[in-house]
């Protein structure tokens, strides 16, 4: 049993007790996707374009989720992927050309594990170009159909 108040034809609010101005009922009242309440089974439906919405936005919490976890492999050595770790391989590969350094001179490097490396502007160049790839096709799903799958 519930009880409800209703003006003008709508359910403006629901109790689980008797209350002045509320009337009894048996029918189930539930709350619409729009916060309003109803009678079960006459709640209106959520429109295609809210669904398409909150799919797109559910979509983009996903991938930035498996952005920021994002790992690349280069060379049997593991390097973060994420958009903070792209630009430091930027930073690395920039300062390493300013510099006129050879692509096969290295500088020490943390790898995602946090352990160290001696690796290679080429090798930098090329976890960064994986990182860019995979962020890429992630961040593209939702617009292409497509389904984020960990």
Not at 23 to 41: C, I, S
Request: aromatic share 8%; net charge negative; charged share 25%.
């Amino acid at each position: 049993m519930a009880y409800v108040h209703i003006e003008e034809g709508c359910i403006k609010a629901k109790a689980d007790w008797p209350a002045p101005g509320f009337v009894e009922t048996a029918r189930p009242v539930v709350y619409g996707y729009d916060g309003g309440l109803y009678f079960a089974g006459e709640e209106p439906e959520k429109p295609q374009e809210l669904i398409k919405a909150e799919a797109i936005a559910s979509a983009k919490v996903i991938r930035a989720e498996l952005v920021e976890k994002a790992t690349v492999t280069i060379d049997g050595m593991v390097f973060d992927a994420d958009e903070a770790s792209q630009n430091r391989l930027v930073r690395g590969i920039v300062a390493s050309l300013a510099l006129g350094l050879s692509p096969d001179e290295t500088t020490e490097w943390t790898l995602a594990d946090n352990s160290s490396a001696m690796v290679t502007a080429q090798q930098m160049a090329r976890a960064l170009l994986a990182a860019g790839q995979y962020q890429t096709s992630v961040w593209r799903m939702p617009y292409d159909g497509g389904t984020i799958n960990e």
